[in-house]
């Protein structure tokens, strides 16, 4: 099984509190991992990117960081959440040609 | 970098009708995929369907199927008997070979709704 986990399925958070979504996968080890946001009405966009344990890559200027203390597990955080952090927030993994999606999470910054 | 261009927004047909979505590419990769992606109003993202773009045969999927044109960097998505089910956002994909940093590139998507 190459299933990912997500969590929590929704949340609302204020302007400036933490943020802390997980991610963790099953199946093959050393899995290339990603964090994906998707703005209302908009496709997907690439925010961070790791191929192994304590490796991050980071594809744009943001408020978020991300980490990835265990093999199977992705982590997404923020210190002060913005109002333009809303969005829908998926894991993913690179797996046989071909990608894997979470459920996601729906963020709502009030 | 690569782009991915999806040039209908929104589509509407009836059942049981055949559509056709657009998609195109700008890469100067030469081994690449190619996906469809499905994301119904759960939001959860579901493959539709892939195509390796070393394959001169186009990929089908029962009801599913492309037409990829690698010279014209096309690969648009053809849905026939069309089933309410199918009403979703549809997003085209596009990554290099190794699967790297670059992540997937998705188009704009294409939202479709099919009539009863």
């Known amino acids: 099984s190459q299933t990912i986990h997500q969590w929590p399925a929704t949340l609302v958070q204020p302007v400036g509190s933490p943020l802390s979504l997980e991610c963790t996968v099953e199946g093959t080890s050393n899995p290339n991992l990603y964090w994906y946001r998707q703005a209302a009405g908009r496709g997907l966009q690439l925010l961070f990117y790791s191929v192994g344990i304590g490796q991050i890559s980071s594809e744009v200027p943001q408020n978020l960081s991300a980490s990835r203390p265990q093999d199977r597990q992705f982590i997404l955080s923020s210190k002060k959440l913005l109002l333009s952090d809303s969005g829908f927030y998926l894991c993913?993994?690179?797996?046989?040609?071909?990608?894997?999606f979470g459920s996601g999470t729906r963020l709502t910054v009030v | 970098a690569q782009t991915v261009t999806q040039s209908q927004p929104e589509m509407s047909v009836q059942e049981a009708e055949t559509v056709t979505l657009s998609c195109t590419y700008d890469?100067?990769?030469?081994?690449?995929?190619l996906f469809w992606y499905k994301q119904p109003p759960s939001r959860q993202m579901i493959l539709v369907i892939r195509?390796?773009?070393?394959?001169?045969q186009n990929a089908t999927e029962n009801r599913f199927s492309v037409n990829f044109q690698k010279a014209a960097k096309s690969f648009s998505l053809k849905i026939s008997d069309s089933q309410l089910g199918d009403t979703a956002m549809y997003f085209c994909?596009?990554?290099?070979?190794?699967?790297?940093?670059?992540?997937?590139?998705f188009g704009k998507g294409t939202h479709l709704i099919i009539q009863p």
């Open positions: 890469t100067s990769e030469n081994n690449y995929y």
């Open positions: 994909a596009f990554i290099n070979s190794g699967g790297g940093a670059d992540g997937l590139t």
């Open positions: 195509q390796e773009a070393y394959k001169q």
């Open positions: 993913a993994r690179w797996v046989n040609y071909g990608y894997t």
